[in-house]
């Protein structure tokens, strides 16, 4: 028995079924203030085109150059509500509406033909995430083939996780090499956002295209769900505690002693 | 609270935030080990006045007893300083980042008695 709605169902259903889903921004605004504050940081770098970023950024420039972004963009006091903002109707339905969120929110920057900032396939889950978590993957350009991340749907990653002895003794390379066939290319426009399950292994290759990917990503999950290696604080913070959590979270029974 | 981080390596981590944060780091101070010991925490609190406030290794290095440790956070308020807490990147220094490090103490406190894979 749920009493989940039809437009709830459909979006579960999807999610279970990929892994993602993939809808449109809820808070434009807020999505194009992001892009904004990124575009105007890479314009110190004579540049004006997210897409055409490796005229303006070398390789060798590159991790200093977003790392830099990441720490102004963090330091913007708004940043983290605008993020969630744009995601917030399908994490309320996905995850739930007692939410906590990321202390900070990553940056991915893939120039072409760039083999130096690849993430190896991996699921969250296999570095200390729990699988409570969704990882909210925001495009601020249009992502497609090798320009975008992919993702191994959740029927192949079930058979992976029953196989996995058998390839554990391999290496990255060689378990991409398994399950190239399998995994969904995302594509995705500006102005969408994707969710995805990180227990879903993923991960992005050199990118062949002749435009530069730039993402975002951060992790969401219930507040009261289990938590791994991401603590509550260190890694989490409460956004949208309820008032029955606030209140039970000081009660206490009368004192009869 | 249950975490237990070698001394040698919080400090390293503190020194790093102090910098992160243009904090002129002063003197370091350890607690006593004997278990939910705050001594040298609340003698710290007490002698505030004459410097800007204390950066605490983590949040949960903060004394567990709700009363105990929200009479430092409102000391520590009170003489208009502020803490910090170096591993979350956290800070106390109004009402708002009060309430805020106390929910995740109070969500921290919860989650044992939450169901649990």
Redesign the interface.
Same mark, same amino acid.
């Given at each position: 028995m749920d009493f989940l709605s039809k437009n709830e169902k459909i979006l579960e259903k999807e999610f279970i079924e990929k892994g993602f889903i993939i809808r449109e921004a809820a808070n434009k605004d807020a999505l194009n203030k992001i892009q904004k504050f990124v575009i105007d940081m890479l314009t110190s770098k004579g540049g004006d085109s997210l897409d055409h970023a490796h005229k303006n950024i070398s390789i060798s420039e590159l991790n200093d150059f977003r790392l830099d972004v990441i720490k102004k963009i963090n330091m913007q006091p708004w940043l983290r509500e605008a993020y969630y903002q744009i995601a917030k109707p399908y994490l309320d339905i996905l995850v739930g509406n007692e939410l906590?969120m990321q +202390?900070r929110v990553n940056l991915s920057i893939q120039l072409p033909e760039d083999s130096s900032s690849l993430l190896t396939v991996h699921a969250d889950t296999w570095s200390g995430d729990s699988p409570f978590e969704v990882v909210v993957w925001l495009p601020l350009v249009n992502c497609f083939d090798t320009k975008s991340m992919y993702l191994l749907p959740p029927k192949a990653a079930n058979n992976l996780s029953d196989d996995f002895k058998l390839h554990a003794q391999g290496n990255s390379e060689k378990l991409f090499d398994l399950i190239k066939n399998d995994v969904n290319w995302i594509k995705i426009n500006y102005g969408e956002v994707l969710v995805f399950n990180q227990a879903c292994p993923h991960g992005n290759r050199v990118n062949k295209e002749s435009e530069t990917r730039w993402s975002m990503n951060c992790r969401f999950k219930g &507040?009261?769900? =289990?938590?791994k290696d991401k603590k509550?604080? *260190?890694f989490f *913070? =409460?956004i949208t &505690?309820r008032p029955v +959590?606030?209140i039970?979270?000081?009660y206490k029974l009368p004192i009869t002693e | 609270m249950e975490e237990r981080v070698p001394q040698h390596v919080q400090n390293i981590v503190i020194r790093d935030y102090c910098s992160k944060k243009n904090i002129q780091y002063l003197l370091s101070a350890t607690e006593y080990a004997m278990e939910n010991s705050a001594l040298t925490l609340r003698q710290l609190v007490k002698d505030l006045s004459s410097i800007d406030g204390i950066v605490a290794y983590s949040i949960f290095q903060m004394p567990e007893d709700d009363n105990e440790r929200q009479s430092i956070f409102n000391s520590v308020l009170s003489l208009k300083k502020e803490l910090h807490f170096a591993v979350e990147g956290l800070s106390i220094y109004d009402n708002e980042t009060y309430n805020h490090i106390e929910n995740i103490w109070k969500v921290k406190k919860t989650i044992p008695d939450c169901l649990y894979l």
């Open positions: 906590a +202390s &507040l009261f769900t =289990p938590y509550i604080g *260190e *913070e =409460p &505690l +959590s606030k039970a979270m000081n | -």
